[in-house]
């Protein structure tokens, strides 16, 4: 029979007590969890024994439970502290020699009940850990069963930090736990020492078990940074891009998209208007390198999916080489997946400038995004070149000649706008929210901000090259390459744009070529 987490009061934390005639003494404070009870106990023994922690938040935990053969199994609540509910229960035994966890994970996290647990919040739990380490065995090891949680240099990083305050051997996985189909496997590839402790599973479990263990959140939330300088920022009067875009976003569909960051002001007290989501990482005046020194720690608080990274402009009109920017760049990318290997950069052209010099070096710069762009990106983590350049007028997009006005912001709006629709369609993890509507219902129509190309160095579409979103379509194919790392006479192109249909009905579409396209 299925026990269900006891009832449990208010968290606490348990750490080591000055009681040296035991062993695995441990202080409690008040209103502290009560042990968790074990689901189906293999034995009575509290000694030398391995110890697997589901949590309930698992999609048919129950099942996974039934194919652990060794040692006793509890069930973590999704209502507490899961790191509390552990401590708690560890009180009742006399060494372990193996703890099990099992739970969604991503990229330097765990999800622990009502908790994520990552490297910030290890500390907190520092003296829990120090209680844990005097309850397990000196060969111990603690198993992490969750997806990508040691698949960047954060992850790992995290994975030695538990296991250093555990005093015990920590395994994690790379990849995605879970069933085959789903591209998982039940391996813990990376580890901090030897792990003597044998998986606590049945080999029935690689087919028995469908789901994967990826991170516990609502498939439909997209966290989106913007990452800039004043331009994504704004002042008194502007918001900047980044509030027609949330408006274009909830009007299209996607109304669970949390825009991140530490920063919720336009660099002064007043924000015109304060009816968007308004967080964001952008500050007046830095550069590139300015912002490289940051990256890590920012991205690691603000766990974004997706980046809009519109940078370079303060070090062009402050002297910087174009080279020195692009090189910044390219290494805050790296930073970026050093956090997620999976993020996604929408990486910008920068707007324009009236000034004489910062006109010319952001002219020069922008013809090399595109290069930077091809060379970043790659399956999994694509680098998408957003020109926001093309189309924007200094004189009458900006209030002072280098920062948007409203229009100008609307302009950058519909670009970032169209590389993320066309993003969050082609990736399944995006999805929209919204009721469908049936063919007696015409849907309202939408409005086309632009078209995402894909450029291929070969004929069949299969050397991609570049991608860039661009408001219309218009190349002449007898002009040469689209791009100088593109041969002129052997390569294909592909724009991706959308059609709302007003009908649920079935629709034909042509296509009519000139000269063989």
Request: glycine share 8%.
């Amino acid at each position: 029979m299925l026990h269900p987490p006891t009832d449990l009061n208010s968290s606490a934390h348990l750490g080591l007590t000055d009681d040296l005639n035991s062993p695995v003494a441990l202080s409690v404070a008040t209103d502290v969890l009560a042990p968790i009870q074990p689901y189906s106990p293999i034995g009575a023994s509290r000694d030398g024994v391995q110890l697997t922690f589901i949590d309930t938040g698992i999609e048919n935990y129950q099942q996974l439970a039934d194919h652990i053969i060794a040692g006793d199994v509890f069930f973590i609540d999704t209502a507490h502290d899961g790191i509390d509910q552990i401590t708690a229960t560890l009180g009742q035994y006399d060494s372990i020699t193996g703890l099990h966890l099992v739970t969604h994970g991503s990229a330097g996290q765990l999800q622990m009940g009502s908790s994520i647990l990552n490297s910030q919040a290890l500390a907190k739990y520092e003296q829990a850990f120090k209680g844990w380490a005097n309850i397990l065995t000196e060969e111990a090891d603690i198993l992490l069963y969750a997806c990508n949680v040691a698949n960047t240099a954060v992850g790992r990083d995290f994975v030695t930090y538990l296991s250093q305050l555990t005093q015990a051997d920590v395994a994690a996985s790379t990849d995605l736990t879970g069933h085959a189909a789903q591209l998982g496997d039940w391996d813990l590839e990376f580890a901090t020492g030897t792990i003597e402790a044998n998986t606590s599973f049945a080999a029935t479990i690689a087919a028995a078990y469908q789901g994967v263990l990826a991170t516990y959140r609502d498939v439909n939330e997209i966290r989106i940074m913007p990452l800039g300088d004043s331009i994504t920022q704004g002042n008194f009067e502007f918001n900047s891009y980044r509030r027609p875009l949330w408006q274009q976003l909830n009007a299209n569909g996607y109304n669970k998209v949390n825009f991140v960051g530490s920063q919720v002001k336009n660099g002064t007290d007043t924000v015109p208007n304060p009816d968007f989501d308004l967080d964001h990482e952008s500050y007046g005046g830095r550069r590139a390198d300015q912002i490289l020194e940051n990256i890590s720690s920012w991205a690691n608080a603000a766990r974004p999916d997706v980046v809009l990274l519109h940078l370079g402009t303060n070090d062009l009109i402050q002297k910087q080489s174009v080279q020195s920017t692009l090189d910044d760049i390219s290494n805050i990318i790296d930073r970026l997946r050093d956090y997620n290997s999976n993020i996604a950069i929408l990486l910008a052209k920068v707007t324009p400038s009236v000034t004489k010099r910062g006109g010319e070096a952001i002219a020069a710069f922008n013809r090399l995004v595109p290069d930077l762009a091809q060379s970043k990106n790659r399956s999994g983590s694509p680098v998408i070149l957003v020109d926001q350049e093309s189309g924007f007028n200094v004189k009458s997009n900006t209030y002072d000649g280098l920062h948007p006005n409203a229009s100008g912001e609307i302009k950058m709006a519909n670009r970032w706008f169209a590389a993320l629709d066309e993003l969050f369609k082609s990736n399944h993890e995006y999805q929209r929210n919204g009721s469908s509507t049936g063919g007696s219902q015409p849907a309202p129509l939408g409005k086309g901000n632009g078209l995402k190309g894909d450029y291929f160095n070969n004929i069949d579409f299969t050397d991609f090259a570049v991608s860039s979103v661009d408001p219309t379509v218009n190349f002449l194919w007898s002009s040469g390459s689209p791009h100088r790392s593109i041969g002129v006479d052997t390569f294909s192109a592909r724009w991706t744009g959308q059609v709302q249909a007003r009908y649920s009905e079935d629709y034909t579409f042509y296509t009519t070529g000139d000269d063989g396209v």
